[in-house]
């Protein structure tokens, strides 16, 4: 009876417990996020009895929830991205409607603009289209700041819907770590409370909803959550710990990182996806970004090409054209424009240039011209690029040549003053063109020549060579009445003066020329120089058999001095450091010295006994025997040994005492010839010593020579002419000169210093000075070359003399190695089309099939091309100036451009801008209009993919709730039918208790 018993009370038992979990699975039926609970029934181990085995009844083992792994990650991964689709529908589809709306969309406000635009370009005058003009210019630039402060408005709500969803993560991560901290206190998941594992699990889908999450679950049910697909990075709940997540905004770029840990520890989390913080960071990456990026380059192009067009026209008033659009300064173009003409009159319809069809013209077309800036390269580095040089040469680099020309650099529009100077090996020659093939200095090229240079990168395709301003210098024939010299160059310049007490600087005087240079060839071919190889200040000089020694030199420049206003001084000093003289007390060391003259031999100086005490010893020594070398010795203040020759003849060092050894040329040097001094008077009619006669002082050469002068017309015209009679070697005139005394008496002189004095008070005669208005041209003649100049000690430059007025090509031709260096004055700011504004030119045809490019003022030939008529495309493009002709030219028809500077009434610079319109303005060959359609067409279609990406995830997100409500969802039907078939066995098993108790009574009453 006790196991009947006993069984009928473990059924009640047992069952009780799972009509528990059945009444609990109905209470719940409406709970979110609960899992269905059921009592787990297990038998009890069977009792032997006797040879049997009888079963004792059943026990309720636990209360199992219904749980599937992967249908809770299913349905947080489909919740996820589901969510994730919420934002970029929604904010894709406000971006489209801002895009496509009449009032905030900007097709329609750069229709209305262009279409001004085309009014004033059709009736330039108008004061009407000018006004509207201005107003529509205004309007758009209002348009393009409001459609981006629209988007602005939309980013910033981005960026705080992520803050939010951050707060949120960092909410959720708290509470499942929470959750982990409890359900650490059982080490067994079958022994945690299903409500606990239940709310673990809400969290979870509540955190996918926010972010994509990857899981990992410990066998007691804690769980740690990462933001990646790593379990090692990216962790926001580490089992009991909850990490901090920051959302940081980049407002430069738009970014938007999540960061996690502290501040001097952050992981930065890239790649988030699903949730609401991925659907957010998808639109501002897929909409967003390229809807500002759009359209500021939209804005871009817009500000560029109006402005360019504006700027090639003029206004009403005669003024070039400025910007019509402005950007703010640190701002983006689209967040940033605005209009910055409001005055009608500034609008500039004009075009800067016009193309005037000549009267006598036989031909029928009619010329237009347009300014396209050209975009100028090579055929090598500018000058201020490779030779980094300001008044002074630079540092010499080496230029190599093989076969053909060696392009070293150009010179580029507006330099001034310049040079480039060259020590060329012999045979080879600088060779100055421009881009055009006009050939300006050097040596007559030859056909191949030619053509390998006109085939150099940067020179203008289609150039023909010209060699008719070949070495013109500054003649009448000058290319463009410029001034461009080869050969060696000197002239006066301003420098400072000082306080010679003070040291202050307290004016300027001017220098005079001076043209230094280095030692001299040691030997000459036979012949020398020939009759007319060097020009000096445009004189032919004679021939110069081969020289003995640089004195000879000297005099064959002093013979010509009365014609070239130049004389020539010649003076020997080798100087050798003191670094080059080895140990003095080396006994076996010597030293050879001889000059190159007539009665000088060799003398060896020979290091005595002991050595030498001194450099100053050595001195001594070379000086006893300077009668027999020609060379004398001193030492100069910082320890140099310097080697003379009173004549200036080469000297030649030998020997194994001095590390400096060969022969050393003498110098020359170039200075003006004449001396001037001057007096100054009121007037012509001066009256001098109250009319009576005076004496004038001429000193020469400082008193050797002194001559008394008397002036019996005591007037500045009779003090000329006192000057004049008495025949000293000078020459007076009268000179009106302006200043305060503007009459001068001029006096000019040989190159030797002289005086004129008087007793009279009040007349002073200035000290005589070099005539500092003399320029020393060394330059090339008939049969001259670079070689000529360098046995003289002189280097050979490309001068030019002012701005030049173009890109100038500098060359080197002939083979060999080379020394260039260069020097250039400050750098103007140069406006080539302000230049060619001011330079009118003429396109004159020869023939049908070719041209000429004439500067008009000068009648230099630019440029000289064929010209193809059947081209009816065919485009004269000059330094970018494009001339079209309506029609095919004729023989002598002619063509002038120039600045328009009368021509404020026309349309032409308002033409173009109108017909920026429909210009492809931007990348792909895309109009602006069409760039903005073509964007809101993108912004559309990810509105449209996300539309149908978010109904496909809904079936997905709705079947994977389905899947977790048939494992985990409470079914009342189900949970009634248990509830009755629970409820029948605990009745079964309560009466099995009965029937025992009633068998029991009965066997008490047993007697």
């Given at each position: 009876?006790?196991?009947?018993l ?8 047992a ?21 269905r ?10 009792r032997?009895v ?6 004792m009844g059943?026990?309720?083992?636990t209360?199992?929830?219904?749980y599937?792994?992967f249908?809770?990650?299913?349905l947080?991964?489909s ?9 970029l ?6 971006v ?11 097709v ?27 107003v ?9 700041r ?21 707060d949120r993560i ?14 650490l ?13 239940d ?7 509540d955190?996918?909803?926010?972010v ?14 990462s ?5 090692r ?9 909850a ?10 770029t738009?970014?938007?990182e ?9 992981e ?7 949730g609401?913080?991925?659907g ?5 990456e897929?909409?967003l970004a390229?809807?500002?990026q ?15 067009a504006?700027?090639s ?10 910007d019509?659009?402005g ?6 173009p ?16 004009a ?8 009267p ?22 500018a ?8 008044g002074l ?6 230029v ?12 580029a ?12 090996a ?29 085939a150099?990168?940067?020179m203008?395709p ?14 009448a024939?000058?290319?463009?009445d ?6 060696a ?8 003066s ?5 040291g ?5 005087v ?13 030997s ?7 009759a007319g190889?060097?020009v000096?200040?445009g004189?032919?000089?004679p ?6 020694s640089?004195a000879?030199v000297?005099a ?8 070239t206003?130049?004389a ?9 450091p ?20 007539a009665g ?5 100086i020979?290091t005595p ?11 001594g020594?070379?000086?006893?025997q300077?009668?027999?070398s ?6 100069s203040?910082?320890?140099d040994l310097?080697l ?47 009319g ?13 020579s ?5 002036v019996?017309d ?7 002419s ?5 025949n ?10 302006g200043?305060a ?10 190159d030797e ?6 007793a009279?008070p ?13 320029e ?8 001259g ?8 000690g002189l280097?050979?430059g ?5 701005e030049?007025?173009?890109?100038l090509?500098v ?7 080379a020394?260039?260096?260069g020097?250039y004055?400050?750098?103007p ?5 302000e ?5 009118p030119v ?11 490019v004439?500067?008009?003022a000068?009648?230099s ?9 059947s ?15 309506s029609?095919?030219?004729l023989?002598?028809d ?9 021509g ?7 033409q ?12 792909g ?6 760039a903005y359609?073509?964007?809101s ?26 899947l977790?409500?048939?494992?985990a969802?409470?079914?009342?039907d189900?949970?009634?039918a248990?509830?009755?078939r ?5 009745q079964a098993?309560?009466?099995v ?15």
């Amino acid at each position: 009876m006790s196991d009947l018993l006993g069984l009928g009370s473990s059924g009640v038992l047992a069952y009780q417990r799972a009509l528990v979990a059945v009444s609990n699975n109905i209470a719940n039926v409406a709970t979110e996020g609960y899992s269905r609970q059921e009592a787990l029934l297990v038998s009890m181990p069977a009792r032997p009895v006797g040879t049997q085995s009888i079963g004792m009844g059943v026990v309720a083992q636990t209360v199992r929830r219904q749980y599937d792994e992967f249908v809770e990650s299913n349905l947080r991964q489909s919740s996820s991205n589901l969510t994730g689709q919420a934002p970029l529908v929604q904010y894709a589809s406000r971006v489209l409607d801002l895009m496509a709306g009449q009032q905030t969309g900007l097709v329609g406000a750069m229709a209305r603009f262009f279409d001004v635009a085309r009014d004033v370009a059709a009736d330039p005058a108008s004061p009407i289209a000018r006004a509207s003009f201005v107003v529509e210019a205004g309007t758009l630039a209002t348009s393009f700041r409001q459609f981006r402060g629209q988007i602005d408005d939309i980013d910033t709500e981005t960026r705080g819907g992520i803050d939010n969803a951050v707060d949120r993560i960092n909410t959720l991560a708290g509470q499942i770590a929470l959750v982990n901290r409890q359900l650490l206190k059982r080490t067994d998941l079958d022994r945690q409370p299903a409500e606990l594992l239940d709310h673990r699990d809400r969290l979870l889908r509540d955190l996918a909803e926010v972010v994509q999450i990857r899981t990992a679950f410990e066998t007691n049910g804690e769980v740690s959550v990462s933001l990646t697909d790593s379990m090692r990075t990216g962790l926001v709940v580490d089992r009991g710990r909850a990490i901090e997540a920051t959302a940081v905004h980049t407002p430069s770029t738009g970014r938007v990182e999540l960061q996690l840990g502290p501040r001097n520890g952050r992981e930065t989390v890239a790649g988030l996806t699903g949730g609401e913080i991925g659907g957010l960071l998808a639109f501002r990456e897929q909409v967003l970004a390229p809807t500002r990026q759009r359209l500021d380059q939209i804005t871009q192009a817009l500000v560029d090409g109006v402005n360019g067009a504006h700027r090639s026209g003029m206004d009403l008033l005669g003024h070039v054209g400025g910007d019509l659009f402005g950007i703010e300064a640190g701002r983006d173009p689209s967040a940033g424009i605005k209009a910055l003409v409001s005055d009608p009159n500034r609008i500039a319809a004009a075009g800067l240039f016009r193309a005037m069809t000549d009267p006598a013209n036989v031909g029928k077309a009619v010329a237009t011209v347009a300014y396209v800036p050209p975009v100028l390269e090579g055929p090598a580095l500018a000058l201020d690029e490779r030779f980094a040089s300001v008044g002074l040469p630079s540092s010499p680099q080496t230029v190599e040549i093989g076969l053909g020309q060696q392009p070293v650099t150009v010179i580029a529009a507006g330099l001034k003053d310049g040079v480039v100077y060259f020590d060329p090996a012999t045979g080879q020659w600088p060779q100055v063109l421009t881009r055009e093939g006009r050939h300006l200095l050097g040596s007559a090229l030859t056909v191949d020549q030619q053509r390998d240079v006109l085939a150099l990168p940067g020179m203008t395709p289609g150039s023909t060579y010209s060699a008719d301003y070949l070495n013109k210098g500054a003649s009448a024939d000058a290319y463009l009445d410029g001034d461009y010299f080869l050969g060696a160059l000197a002239r006066s310049a301003v420098v400072p003066s000082y306080d010679p007490k003070t040291g202050d600087e307290v004016g300027t005087v001017v220098a005079p020329a001076r043209l230094d240079g280095t030692p001299m060839a040691t030997s000459w071919p036979a012949g020398g120089i020939a009759a007319g190889a060097v020009v000096l200040n445009g004189t032919a000089m004679p021939a110069l058999t081969t020289p003995d020694s640089a004195a000879d030199v000297a005099a064959w420049i002093n013979a010509q001095r009365a014609q070239t206003g130049v004389a020539a001084t010649v003076a020997q000093s080798v100087r050798l450091p003191a670094g080059s003289v080895f140990a003095l007390n080396e006994v076996a060391s010597q030293v050879t010295l001889k000059a190159e003259g007539a009665g000088y031999t060799q003398a060896q100086i020979t290091t005595p006994d002991g050595g030498w005490k001194s450099v100053d010893d050595l001195a001594g020594a070379i000086n006893a025997q300077a009668p027999t070398s020609g060379v004398w010795a001193h030492v100069s203040i910082h320890g140099d040994l310097v080697l003379t020759n009173p004549e200036a003849a080469a000297v030649t060092v030998g020997g194994d005492l001095l590390a400096t050894r060969g022969t050393f040329g003498a110098t020359l040097t170039l200075a003006p010839a004449q001396r001037t001094s001057s007096a100054g008077f009121g007037s012509a009619a001066t009256v001098i010593n109250a009319g009576q006669p005076f004496d004038l002082v001429f000193d020469e050469a400082g008193g050797t020579s002194a001559t008394t002068i008397n002036v019996t017309d005591a007037t500045p015209a009779g003090v000329v002419s006192a000057i004049n009679a008495a025949n000293l070697g000078v020459t007076a005139q009268l000179v009106d000169g302006g200043g305060a005394l503007p009459w001068r008496v001029v006096v000019t002189g040989t190159d030797e210093a002289f005086t004129l004095s008087s007793a009279l008070p009040g007349l002073g005669w200035g000290a005589s000075s070099a005539d500092v208005g003399t320029e020393i041209r060394l330059g090339l003649g008939t049969g001259g070359s670079p070689d000529v100049l360098s046995r003289l000690g002189l280097r050979t430059g490309v001068h030019w003399l002012g701005e030049a007025p173009e890109d100038l090509v500098v060359l080197l031709s002939g083979e060999g190695r080379a020394q260039v260096s260069g020097a250039y004055q400050t750098q103007p700011a140069f406006d080539l089309r302000e230049s060619l504004r001011s330079a009118p030119v003429a396109v004159e045809f020869s023939s049908p099939t070719r041209y000429q490019v004439v500067d008009v003022a000068s009648g230099s030939v630019l440029a000289d091309r064929t010209y193809d008529p059947s081209d009816i495309s065919a485009v004269i493009d000059y330094r970018g100036l494009q001339l079209r002709l309506s029609k095919p030219p004729l023989a002598n028809d002619r063509f002038v451009i120039d600045g328009n500077r009368s021509g404020v009434g026309d349309n032409r610079a308002m033409q173009v801008l109108a017909g920026l319109g429909d210009a492809e303005l931007l990348s792909g060959r895309l109009t602006l209009q069409n760039a903005y359609l073509q964007h809101s067409s993108n912004v559309g279609n990810v509105a449209r993919q996300a539309t149908i990406a978010e109904e496909a995830l809904s079936v997905v997100y709705e079947q994977s709730v389905q899947l977790r409500e048939n494992v985990a969802g409470v079914n009342l039907d189900e949970e009634a039918a248990d509830l009755i078939r629970l409820q029948q066995a605990y009745q079964a098993s309560a009466r099995v208790m009965q029937t025992a108790t009633t068998m029991f009574d009965t066997l008490l009453q047993i007697r």
